[in-house]
């Protein structure tokens, strides 16, 4: 089991065809993410309705996605305008 981590990031107007427009997740392990925004993001293909994760796309069967974000933890995660996760 393999984990993955992204801090203190930015990921701004990205964008891809299928899913996972900032990040795609499909690795059998965890992704963990803290005090990283992500504004602007999307999916664009013919099929985006049916594919997704135009900020996170947690694909894998055996994926975790966790997410840090508490009101009193100054690094906290935030969405904005994106087409959101996909989990």
Do not use: M, W
Not at 29 to 57: K, Q
């Amino acid at each position: 089991f393999t984990t993955a981590t992204i801090n203190d990031s930015s990921f701004e107007a990205n964008s891809a065809t299928v899913s996972g427009g900032a990040v795609y997740h499909s690795f059998n392990g965890e992704l963990v993410v803290s005090g990283t925004s992500f504004h602007s993001n999307t999916v664009t293909g013919p099929n985006s309705s049916f594919n997704g994760g135009g900020a996170i796309d947690n694909a894998g069967s055996s994926s975790q996605l966790t997410v840090i974000n508490s009101g009193s933890n100054p690094k906290n995660v935030a969405f904005t305008a994106c087409t959101a996760c996909r989990i």
